[in-house]
């Protein structure tokens, strides 16, 4: 059954190719309508540009706004949320996953400085989940035989198994797609999750190439070598000296410093944006994308009108770069607005181009001094501008693409004054652009391992894996002097409440017991009245719950823990409801034909149930019900005195979302050792054990407060509840 799942996750990897489709042939359209208008008229080409961009920047900010607003932005902060045990509202619903797919068609094509590869994460994790709850039940497009993944944690496994895919459609990198989920998104991570991660990344990755290849036929209009991400400079620079080693290391260290800039000043766009702009509604996010679409079109078609055409170098007759070359969908060497036949604009050559289109020829190999150090500085800081200022718009976003084209745009200059220092034939432009471009997304976005083996899959070529490594290092080590990465950043911008990977060092001398603070427990009885229920679930937005009861001798014990979700479902059913205040007889087997684990399964693709969704009559109120069936009988427990880093790091690699600090235990019954937790599995239809290595639960058999067999001591949500980390 999970196999025949991770084969209907292919889906990211035609998600990924209808995208890439459809912003290809609507730039390829735009870029061919406009060429052969300004060979009449530059200022109408110039307005048909322009309005063109606007219309499909219009259609994408209008179909986030009005449709799915939950869809705006890359979506990857939110899916480490998700992963690391936190529920955000509305990320992986059917909505969203059809906003960000044709959000990210619109807000592309229309050439704003982002990129659709984040939103391409974030489209894999809602096919994922989509596919591991049966569809969407709102639109009417489940199906009950697609239901495979009842409890919490397999359906993160699958959105993780998603996002892995995403990354592995959008740059062709299978491994790095892989290291991604383990480095970037998910903090619990399992051997029996690496199988599938992969297995899922290899699967998407062989529908893509299949994808290209059918394209390259001519079968998907002016899909062209621009489509997917992979720059081929395997016939670029071939070795390097020791001398070379400063100026990348200096690559590193301004990669760094722009990274973390940025970072810096998109968090004051984004607090000034959520504080003035976005609280007058979803008409002024409309204007805000238009006027921002309308500047980029301004800028992108008139800056080149501005720069002096140059002469076209002397090229090998056998090269297969031409000189000058009209206007087209890609190439070296553009003709843009030149008074001579052999001239060429080289700001025109990466401005007025597609983003893949102008990295490809920012890495191209054999085009020294293509590129003027005026031409990239104007466009270095430039497009910096406009990527500070378009992420945080309500479109779908990405920056990935971005970070490239602003790094491979000052790694290039630097690989101009290196040409010009060193004077050596060897040395190409492009391999400076390319660590560049690894520099800066290691400054803003902190990741070393994944980035750099993406970055060697995108390029074809492994000789410069130790250069991206030192690069990265550098970059990475600079940037974390000032600030945190970019998805943290924006996790923190959006309240939600990731942990680190390491605590802070003052929680070393804080316990338990000090991070509880003087807060109020709220607890529930096991035999709890309706009415009580209702109260304690409308005056606060608590998730989980304490369930307690006492022995004969009146002792209090915690006998669980009650999730909010599950009161709900409990309170609109109203087939548990009792008249007697009494405990139920948990012998009777009657019980456990009420519901089904469906029912108490969190629901990804809806809001799921608010307590303000439910009805209750006068006499509902009256009546009470029995949690003993339908709680978790064996949370996670530390003693008060525990140190807050222990705490912490259970959080972080369990993914909890609650932990009961309880007194310290008054006695020892037993030591558990590794050699104890080598169980051999007896029968063929054993269920996964769970090891709640925190709390001891001791067979109080003179304190029992159930009576019966031993079925009828296990609660009816046992199967659901065993492995539900992350609740």
């Known amino acids: 059954m999970i196999i025949f799942f991770f084969l209907f996750l292919p889906g990211t990897g035609l998600a990924a190719v209808f995208i890439n489709i459809s912003v290809e042939n609507f730039a390829g359209w735009k870029f061919a309508l406009t060429f052969n208008i300004i060979q009449k008229s530059y200022l109408a080409g110039f307005l048909i540009y322009i309005l063109i961009n606007l219309a499909l920047v219009f259609s994408s900010v209008y179909i986030i706004t009005e449709f799915a607003p939950a869809a705006a932005g890359s979506g990857i902060p939110e899916i480490k949320g998700y992963l690391n045990g936190i529920d955000v509202p509305g990320i992986l619903l059917f909505r969203t996953l059809v906003g960000k797919i044709f959000g990210s068609i619109g807000s592309v094509g229309g050439g704003l400085a982002l990129g659709k590869e984040g ?295 630097v690989g101009i004054f290196t040409v010009n220092h060193y004077k050596k034939l060897n040395i190409e432009e492009g391999t400076y652009a390319l660590l560049g471009a690894a520099s800066f997304l290691g400054g803003s976005m902190r990741m070393t391992v994944s980035l750099c083996v993406i970055m060697v899959e995108i390029t074809n070529n492994l000789k410069l894996l130790p250069l991206i490594m030192l690069v990265l290092l550098i970059s990475k080590a600079v940037g974390d002097a000032f600030n945190e990465g970019l998805y943290e950043e924006q996790a923190q911008l959006r309240g939600i409440p990731l942990l680190e990977s390491r605590p802070k060092y003052k929680m070393r001398k804080m316990t338990a017991r000090e991070a509880c603070g003087n807060q109020k427990v709220l607890s529930l009885p096991r035999v709890v009245k309706v009415a009580d229920v209702v109260s304690i679930l409308r005056s606060n937005k608590h998730n989980g719950f304490p369930v307690i009861d006492h022995t004969r001798n009146g002792e209090t014990l915690v006998i669980g823990l009650m999730l909010r979700s599950h009161l709900l479902v409990l309170l609109q059913s109203k087939i548990d409801f009792q008249h007697s205040p009494l405990p139920c007889d948990l012998s009777v087997g009657a019980r456990a034909i009420r519901h089904n684990f469906s029912e108490f399964a969190k629901p990804v693709s809806s809001k799921g149930i608010s307590i303000n969704d439910i009805h209750l009559s006068s006499d509902d109120l009256e009546m009470y019900i029995d949690l003993a069936p339908f709680l978790n009988p064996s949370p996670y427990v530390v003693p008060e005195d525990m140190s807050l880093t222990k705490v912490y790091n259970l959080f972080r690699q369990l993914g909890l979302r609650h932990i009961f600090v309880v007194p310290r235990a008054s006695r020892v019954i037993g030591v558990i050792t590794r050699k104890d937790l080598l169980i051999k599995e007896e029968s063929e239809d054993s269920a996964t054990m769970e090891l709640q290595s925190t709390s001891v639960r001791g067979e109080r058999h003179e304190e029992r407060l159930w009576v019966g067999n031993a079925d009828a001591e296990r609660p009816l949500l046992s199967g659901l509840l065993v492995e539900d980390h992350i609740t």
């Not at 939103?119 to 639109?139: E, F």
């Not at 997917?228 to 001398?243: H, R, T």
């Not at 079109?297 to 501005?306: A, D, M, N, R």
Request: hydrophobic share 40%; proline share 4%; with cysteine.
């Open 119 to 413: 939103p391409l994460v974030h489209t894999g994790a809602c096919i994922a989940s989509l596919l591991g709850q049966g569809g969407s039940t709102k639109y009417h497009l489940s199906s009950r035989w697609l239901q495979g993944f009842k409890s919490d944690r397999d359906r993160r496994d699958l959105v993780t198994c998603g996002c892995a895919a995403g990354v592995a459609a959008a740059f062709r990198a299978p491994v790095g797609g892989v290291l991604f989920a383990l480095e970037e998104v998910t903090s619990w991570w399992r051997s029996q999750l690496m199988w599938r991660v992969f297995f899922t990344s290899a699967i998407v990755a062989v529908v893509v190439r299949a994808a290209m290849g059918w394209c390259k036929s001519g079968n998907c209009g002016h899909f062209g070598a621009g489509g997917f991400i992979i720059w081929d400079i395997s016939d670029g620079q071939e070795d390097y000296s020791f001398e070379e080693l400063l100026p990348m290391a200096v690559i590193g260290v301004i990669g760094g410093l722009l990274g973390a800039l940025f970072n810096q000043l998109t968090i004051y766009v984004t607090c000034w944006r959520r504080n003035y702009l976005h609280k007058k509604g979803n008409r002024v996010k409309i204007y805000e994308a238009c006027i921002i679409s309308v500047i980029t079109s301004v800028i992108s078609f008139g800056l080149p009108l501005l720069r002096k055409c140059s002469p076209c170098p002397n090229t090998d007759p056998d090269s297969e770069i031409e000189c000058p070359r009209a206007p087209g969908p890609d190439g070296n060497y553009v003709n843009f607005y030149c008074s001579k036949e052999k001239e060429y604009n080289d700001l025109a050559t990466i401005f007025f181009n597609t983003q893949d289109d102008a990295i490809r020829n920012l890495f191209s190999a054999n085009t020294i001094h293509e590129f003027s150090a005026q031409s990239l500085l104007a466009f270095l800081v430039m497009f910096y501008t406009l990527a500070v200022v378009t992420f945080g718009t309500a479109v779908p976003a990405g920056q990935f693409v971005p970070g490239i084209l602003i790094g491979s745009t000052y790694g290039r200059l």
